[in-house]
């Protein structure tokens, strides 16, 4: 598998709005009503990369831990399902209930959101203020599949904590590594 970093999009780009379909609910959702009061934090991720599989536990968890604290996650898939039909919407409605999301997974089939995120690789996470300015942009943690490192989502965690405490966040923000978004070829 092909290791492909996330472009580091500028702190401070407001959050692009969107309008898309929740594999869920089978609602409309957008970011003005799936924003957190806190933070909101904007995923790109798929059903079948090894880097999403990967982590999958970890951001449960971080949803469920911060969703008192007034953060809200929303994960976007953005592949071209007719070349990766395991990521078209039916199959991504079921990999949400197994793995246990408690947040929307959209589908962005026109692939303008990722483009508008300068989304690069799956996965690839953003987290934004309650004014929807970008705070952080970059990796979970340093974990991947082929490496010993425990999933802990330390870099995201940390984030989301200078943020709640109102701290400044000094730490590196490295990109993610993951896989290359599936583009639709014209």
């Not at 609602?27 to 933070?39: D, F, I, M, R, S």
């Not at 923000?173 to 599936?182: A, E, F, L, V």
Request: charged fraction near 20%; aromatic fraction near 8%; proline fraction near 5%.
């Amino acid at each position: 598998m092909a290791e492909t970093p996330s472009n580091m999009l500028p702190l401070g780009t407001k959050a692009a709005n969107f309008s898309l379909k929740d594999t869920i609910s089978d609602e409309k959702t957008t970011l003005q009503n799936a924003k957190g009061l806190q933070a909101t934090v904007v995923m790109f991720i798929c059903n079948h990369c090894p880097y999403v599989k990967h982590i999958n536990a970890e951001i449960v968890k971080i949803a469920k831990t911060y969703k008192s604290k007034g953060v809200n996650l929303i994960a976007i898939s953005s592949n071209d399902v007719a070349n990766y039909p395991q990521d078209a919407p039916e199959k991504m409605k079921q990999n949400a209930i197994n793995e246990g999301y408690i947040f929307p997974y959209l589908y962005d089939q026109t692939q303008e959101i990722a483009k508008a995120y300068q989304a690069a690789c799956t996965p690839d996470f953003y987290v934004f203020n309650n004014d929807l300015l970008l705070v952080y942009r970059g990796q979970l943690d340093d974990s991947r599949p082929s490496n010993d490192i425990p999933v802990t989502g330390t870099d995201v965690r940390h984030a989301l904590d200078c943020l709640i405490q109102n701290t400044e966040n000094t730490k590196e923000q490295k990109p993610s590594m993951g896989c290359n978004i599936k583009w639709i070829k014209e």
